[in-house]
């Protein structure tokens, strides 16, 4: 009961400071205010975490921990149809990646608080990055070079890597930008339906732009 009372207790602090560290920030929010929002006292938070720091590094892990288990489940593994025809394993890895963040509707307090660290170029922003975000996009990088059929050293080209992060943006913009999307073309979110929608527009986009570097090359 009591290890019961120690998890329940830990989620709770985590997911308040999602809340006010993606909101007002580190250096803004108090112990007290997360302890609060926890419904715990102040000294549950060194107890768990070590220190206000500490919590914010938990908060970094659970990032990559749910990402890591998104990648891995069942059920994004088993993608939709759209998915399956994919021409090129970067075709494939692309629309798996935008359908994972497409489909992270319970992880919005998780997004703001990424995207003010990666503001902020904080520490635990360097830990998400290295841990995460990087081996992704090497690996993204090697498969997106193999598909436009060109030799792997391209991959080390300044131009060869921001052409990926023009392709990503694209899933950024679907994520960050929900609420005026989903305004504008009266959907209530991103549900199955407007999510394979949106596949739908990035296949053909990936594969025209694929096309246009094979035919540069």
């Not at 489940?73 to 759209?82: H, N, R, T």
């Not at 635990?124 to 290295?130: A, E, L, R, S, T």
């Not at 943006?169 to 959907?187: D, E, G, T």
């Amino acid at each position: 009961m009591a290890q019961e009372r120690s998890i329940q207790t830990r989620q709770a602090l985590i997911k308040a400071a999602f809340q006010l560290f993606g909101e007002k920030g580190f250096a803004a929010t108090s112990t007290r205010e997360l302890a609060a929002a926890a419904g715990t006292n102040v000294a549950s938070i060194p107890y768990h975490f070590g220190s206000k720091a500490g919590l914010k590094m938990a908060c970094a892990d659970i990032i990559i921990e749910h990402m890591t288990r998104l990648r891995q489940e069942p059920s994004v593994q088993a993608l939709p149809d759209i998915i399956q025809t994919a021409e090129t394993t970067f075709e494939k890895l692309f629309l798996r990646q935008a359908y994972i963040l497409l489909s992270l509707q319970e992880a919005e307090p998780m997004i703001r608080f990424l995207f003010r660290e990666a503001h902020e170029q904080s520490d635990v922003f360097d830990h998400i990055y290295n841990t995460l975000f990087r081996p992704l996009l090497e690996f993204l990088l090697s498969h997106w070079v193999e598909a436009i059929g060109a030799e792997p050293h391209v991959a080390e080209e300044e131009s060869t890597r921001i052409t990926l992060f023009s392709i990503i943006s694209q899933i950024a913009y679907f994520r960050i930008a929900q609420p005026i999307v989903a305004r504008h073309l009266n959907w209530h979110g991103y549900d199955r339906e407007e999510a394979l929608a949106v596949l739908s527009v990035l296949q053909t986009n990936i594969r025209a732009i694929i096309a246009a570097h094979r035919s540069a090359s």
